[in-house]
């Protein structure tokens, strides 16, 4: 499970975008008689923040959920009987939508902005095996010639993530294309993984069912920098880096469900259930978020910008 919100965490995050619209320097021209902005040179470095004081952005995302326990079928080829083969069959995680919808509201008279967001993405998927009763598969613990001969197997993997951050931070402009704000705040994230397991015979007289839910909420500070270069009016070259330290509990348990004509022999209704549950335990989990990608920056009656990034 460590390592597993150590991936998801890395790859959720580091997938993630969490900025379009801090950064929209450039700004449309009202009207002929406009204030005239100054020039400034690449070189120049000076705190300067956008004229629009309230700011709403959406960021459509593409992420592939990541762990490193989904080997949930295991295919056993019993000749030679001396030596079988194994062969572990994973789940392997798609591609699947997300979405990071944030607002944020500008300090002009600091050069300095509030920045709050939520991101949120759920995936689920799948792989199934069917062999010839001659052959068996199973999961990892029970596999072998004393092991129930399943034959059909299918297994599920669900990921569930959502975060939360506010952050504070200070703009600063190089030259007139490009910003960057430096910022620092706070960060919640809640991980869920669900790996269902199921697998039977040809005849489906036995069978058994195996649920693990894993669960991660955990809250800490973060720090990290987000930039934008201007391309033309309205479309910015855009990105960020960041990192979080999240503490929080860490909560699993198993479930297991059986079908075999023995139960009844053993004065037991079908289908047989036992639960195994984990102490709760606080975990420290670092998170690294970083981007890179296009926005569309539209100022809406000067004070207002919304922006859609990708």
């Not at 910003?179 to 007289?205: D, H, M, P, T």
């Not at 139960?263 to 970083?290: A, D, F």
């Amino acid at each position: 499970m460590k390592n597993y919100l150590r991936n998801l965490v890395a790859t959720s995050l580091v997938l993630s975008c969490i900025m379009a619209s801090a950064t929209a320097e450039d700004q449309t021209k009202h009207s002929s008689n406009a204030e005239q902005q100054p020039i400034y040179r690449p070189s120049d470095v000076f705190l300067s923040s956008p004229d629009y004081t309230v700011g709403v952005y959406f960021t459509a995302q593409a992420l592939q959920p990541s762990a490193s326990n989904l080997h949930e079928i295991v295919i056993a080829y019993p000749l030679p009987a001396p030596t079988p083969n194994w062969y572990s069959q994973d789940v392997r995680p798609d591609y699947h939508f997300g979405f990071d919808v944030g607002i944020n509201t500008m300090f002009h008279s600091v050069n300095t902005c509030l920045m709050l967001n939520w991101q949120h993405f759920h995936s689920s998927d799948s792989t199934t095996r069917t062999l010839p009763d001659a052959d068996m598969l199973g999961p990892y613990f029970e596999i072998g010639p004393d092991a129930s001969h399943y034959t059909e197997g299918t297994a599920h993997a669900h990921f569930l993530f959502n975060e939360a951050n506010a952050n504070y931070g200070v703009l600063v402009n190089f030259g007139s294309r490009a910003q960057a704000n430096l910022f620092a705040g706070v960060s919640y994230a809640y991980i869920k993984e669900v790996l269902a397991s199921s697998y039977s015979n040809s005849r489906q007289s036995i069978s058994r069912t195996i649920t693990s839910p894993s669960t991660f909420s955990g809250a800490g500070p973060q720090v990290g920098i987000n930039f934008a270069y201007r391309i033309v009016d309205g479309f910015h070259l855009t990105g960020d880096a960041s990192a979080a330290l999240l503490v929080g509990p860490m909560k699993n348990h198993t479930t297991y469900t059986s079908t075999t004509p023995l139960l009844t022999g053993l004065g037991i209704t079908p289908p047989n259930t036992q639960n195994t549950h984990v102490s709760n335990r606080t975990q420290v989990v670092p998170g690294l978020e970083g981007n890179i990608g296009f926005a569309y920056a539209y100022n809406y009656r000067k004070h207002y910008m919304i922006s859609l990034e990708a």
